[in-house]
């Protein structure tokens, strides 16, 4: 039975001034399933999921998001300050806090332990006291995943997961996302396309505009021909 | 010393204003550094020069003129910034010259002996009056409670404001907060090490509590404590040497920084190389 489609993107197109990273998109994502969305740089692939998440809105056409879920974006690991001040634990935890923002807002015992339990699942167990700095770069991007994990989201859309990762934590990361699938939707912008298409339902190409792939084996047959991403 | 303290007013002043200017420094330097912002903090602190210089053409008190100012000059480079091309570093530049400008000229221009703005610009911890410790115990209460109360989204905006975004938190609200706070707590720290010396005191403290903190909140505990440390050494420096305050401050807040900064950095090295030579 054909699973329903929780994310639609009808027509939609986005210009950074006057340059347009997307045009006349058109796509839909069913739920428990993931998507990776590839492309060459610049083609669009983050704004996809910044328009998905809410942090950009279409100049043209509509971007839905079934009323009932709720997303969780986890940005490319770049952007993060290593040098903030905050631990494992404490980062995982705000993504429990909630989104009205309140006077005296505090964290209950029982958000605490989903914190643990988040982080228990992405395989860092005890590493909730330590700085961010201390964890490597796979390490981190698993703790952010475990964020998304404690905030509940269905949906849980990830830029270039694996940048900076090398080949082994790539594949952990990986593993750790298709054990999400059971009840998560996701969607992953990456150019590790072996270890991404491994894992993946359905591939959308993004260049400007998408081609959408229901098959992970049609792109590599396509990709077959030498194309560089 | 302490004698001092006990028997004239103008030491127990004294005291009080580095206790709160303490405060001010934990949580103010910790979002101002933390966010980027302490070149716009540096524009600010200036601009409220202009405030001071109309609070005595026109006849009030000059540190709400600097606030006037200092808040006017926050919200207008964070929205000039977000709603134009400019950017945030060049609007402060320009806020920063302008301020200064401004200030000279309304002082020039005040009719009588010219005032001296010595206080205003380097600081002075023991002119401090009990009006100037009134109003710096009410800003000083405004920012902590404001901070208290929103501490955790606070925390989220100032680590991952694109994640608070994403999951709908209002972030245009924190934002305004942070952008009122911190001119706010700059007219704090404007009696106690002056217009000039402000950033100094944001930064030294909150930079050597992140050597030793993993956590933001022990961040901004143990910066606190190293900026009341600071300011009393400095007070005690100033009373008995008859040197500026402003300058004994920031002079000696430094040497510390960089003592620490340099032991720190000798023992990582140590402990690298007898690891090195452990596997080795």
Sequence with gaps: MKNRSVIDFDNVRFCYDEVCAIRNINFSIEENTITSIIGPNGGGKSTILKLL???????????SVNEKYTIGYVSQISDFDLSFPITVLDMVLSGTLCRQIKPFCRYKSIQVDKAHDSLKRVGLGGH??????QLSGGELKRAVIARVLASDADIIVLDEPDSSLDVDAARDLYGVLSDLKRDKTILIASHHLNEVLDISDQVLYVMSDARMFRSPGEVKKMLGGGIIL | MINAILNYSFMQNALM???????????????????????????????????????????????????????????????LSKNTKMK??????????????????????????????????????????????????LFTLVIVVVFLMLYNHMIVYLFDEEYARARGMNTKLLEWIIYIMIPIGIIVLIRIVGIILTIALMTIPVSIAKLFCKSIKRVIVLSSVFSAVFSLIGLTLSYYLNIPSGACIIIFSTLVYLIILAVKHGIQKKFHEQKVHAND
Aim: aromatic letters at 10%.
């Design chain 1, 128 to 133: 909730g006291n330590r700085g961010i700095n």
């Design chain 2, 88 to 137: 945030a570093d060049t609007m402060t530049g320009i806020l920063w010259s302008f301020g200064m400008a401004l200030g000279i000229l309304f002082i020039a221009l005040t009719p009588g002996y010219m005032p001296d703005m010595t206080s205003y610009l380097f600081g002075d911890i023991l002119s401090v009056s009990n009006n100037s410790i009134i109003y710096m115990a």
């Design chain 1, 53 to 63: 998440s809410g942090l950009l809105s279409p100049d043209r056409g509509t971007v």
């Design chain 2, 17 to 79: 204003a580095a206790i709160l200017a303490s405060i001010v420094t934990g949580i103010i330097g910790t979002i101002a550094i933390e966010k980027k912002l302490i070149s716009m903090s540096g524009g600010i602190a200036h601009a409220s020069f202009g405030g001071i210089g109309f609070g005595y053409l026109i006849g009030f008190e000059p540190i709400w003129g600097g606030l006037f100012f200092a808040v006017g000059s926050s919200v207008l480079i964070s929205r």
